[in-house]
């Protein structure tokens, strides 16, 4: 349920009415807007007489909510949410990028990539520590080691590191050396992994599902902020359909729906979408022309002898100039890159 009061009712009022709808054992979160503010109802509501509710002189109206996502859902909250990491913004109405290899193979390769990437306008640096691979025999990552080595990087740099967690029993490891933990899609429906990350005050790069559906991403989103960690990034990166020639079939369309029904701030992957890195520019292009709010693009200082998805990755060279044209895009669209 979704209350919309009057324009100007005092602060007071408005706390006054949250308790009083506390009382009945519902979740209230208010999201004070310029000209009125709202109130989000999460539990039980059909203990709350709603006529009673439209007769209050502070309300204006008030909505039922259809959809099972709530937390995540734009009636909740209306404006756009803005997710601070350090010192860079995601989801103000500019686009960024997250760069960097698909797994860190040394110290000196991750710095030396998130350099470059920096020098060409990357905002923060991706690389993977903790891999989950289809095979039990392919490269699985540097593990704690590969953390370190992000972070090494992130400090000779300035770049927020953004890596993926595979399971909650390095939870604590990443809180101590990662800015942006990353669900991968294979984890996206990790629930018990959703849970414990909602109880953490640590941005979530929420990754859609191989097969799933836009409803299902967003209620992953829910289960996150459902635990009180609302700063949540979803990620389009493409879903398994027929074809056969991509690696994924990228879903453009999910960007404008996302932000239709959620206000919570969209970013793409070509990467993983396409398996072949001469389509990550194009698709890139079109990403940004749908409104992403931003991408996370692989970039590798020697594709053809990456340990992981060499065929996908950006030269540091190819990633300088795609971004040039990337920029153009923004700036047609009124956005900074």
């Given at each position: 349920?979704?209350?919309?009061?009057?324009?100007?009712?005092?602060?007071?009022?408005?706390?006054?009415?949250?308790?009083?709808?506390?009382?009945?054992?519902?979740?209230?979160?208010?999201?004070?807007?310029?000209?009125?503010?709202?109130?989000?109802?999460?539990?039980?509501?059909?203990?709350?007489?709603?006529?009673?509710?439209?007769?209050?002189?502070?309300?204006?109206?008030?909505?039922?909510?259809?959809?099972?996502?709530?937390?995540?859902?734009?009636?909740?909250?209306?404006?756009?949410?803005?997710?601070?990491?350090?010192?860079?913004?995601?989801?103000?109405?500019?686009?960024?990028v997250i760069a960097g290899p698909c797994s860190v193979e040394s110290e000196?390769?991750?710095?030396?990539?998130?350099?470059?990437?920096?020098?060409?306008?990357?905002?923060?640096?991706?690389?993977?520590?903790?891999?989950?691979?289809?095979?039990?025999?392919?490269?699985?990552?540097?593990?704690?080691?590969?953390?370190?080595?992000?972070?090494a990087a992130s400090e000779a740099t300035g770049l927020p590191v953004v890596?993926?967690?595979?399971?909650?029993?390095?939870?604590?490891?990443?809180?101590?050396?990662?800015?942006?933990?990353?669900?991968?899609?294979?984890?996206?429906?990790?629930?018990?992994?959703?849970?414990?990350?909602?109880?953490?005050?640590?941005?979530?790069?929420?990754?859609?599902?191989?097969?799933?559906?836009?409803?299902?991403?967003?209620?992953?989103?829910?289960?996150?902020?459902?635990?009180?960690?609302?700063?949540?990034?979803?990620?389009?990166?493409?879903?398994?359909?027929?074809?056969?020639?991509?690696?994924?079939?990228?879903?453009?369309?999910?960007?404008?729906?996302?932000?239709?029904?959620?206000?919570?701030?969209?970013?793409?992957?070509?990467?993983?979408?396409t398996g072949h890195a001469w389509m990550v520019e194009s698709l890139s292009?079109?990403?940004?022309?749908?409104?992403?709010?931003?991408?996370?693009?692989?970039?590798?200082?020697?594709?053809?002898?990456?340990?992981?998805?060499?065929?996908?990755?950006?030269?540091?060279?190819?990633?300088?100039?795609?971004?040039?044209?990337?920029?153009?895009?923004?700036?047609?669209?009124?956005?900074?890159?």
């Amino acid at each position: 349920m979704v209350i919309v009061l009057k324009n100007n009712v005092a602060k007071k009022d408005i706390e006054e009415l949250s308790n009083k709808i506390r009382s009945y054992g519902v979740d209230v979160k208010v999201t004070y807007g310029e000209n009125c503010s709202i109130l989000g109802l999460v539990g039980d509501t059909s203990v709350i007489n709603q006529e009673h509710l439209e007769m209050d002189e502070r309300v204006e109206r008030v909505m039922r909510v259809q959809e099972p996502f709530k937390k995540a859902n734009r009636k909740f909250h209306p404006d756009n949410s803005v997710i601070r990491i350090k010192d860079k913004l995601i989801g103000d109405g500019n686009a960024v990028v997250i760069a960097g290899p698909c797994s860190v193979e040394s110290e000196d390769q991750i710095i030396e990539i998130a350099k470059k990437v920096k020098a060409s306008g990357a905002s923060f640096l991706r690389g993977g520590a903790y891999k989950p691979r289809t095979s039990p025999y392919s490269f699985q990552g540097l593990e704690l080691q590969g953390l370190r080595f992000l972070k090494a990087a992130s400090e000779a740099t300035g770049l927020p590191v953004v890596t993926e967690i595979v399971s909650s029993r390095t939870l604590d490891l990443f809180l101590e050396n990662v800015d942006v933990i990353q669900v991968g899609a294979r984890n996206m429906q990790n629930f018990d992994l959703l849970k414990e990350l909602g109880k953490v005050r640590k941005p979530i790069l929420l990754k859609r599902g191989l097969s799933s559906t836009i409803e299902e991403l967003l209620m992953s989103a829910e289960y996150i902020m459902a635990g009180g960690n609302e700063d949540v990034i979803l990620c389009e990166r493409g879903i398994r359909t027929f074809e056969t020639y991509t690696r994924n079939t990228l879903d453009l369309s999910a960007i404008p729906v996302l932000k239709k029904l959620s206000h919570l701030p969209v970013i793409v992957d070509p990467s993983h979408a396409t398996g072949h890195a001469w389509m990550v520019e194009s698709l890139s292009k079109a990403a940004i022309a749908c409104g992403a709010d931003g991408l996370i693009i692989e970039v590798h200082n020697d594709p053809p002898h990456a340990k992981s998805d060499g065929k996908q990755s950006l030269t540091p060279e190819e990633f300088e100039s795609a971004m040039g044209k990337l920029r153009k895009i923004a700036e047609a669209d009124g956005r900074k890159l």
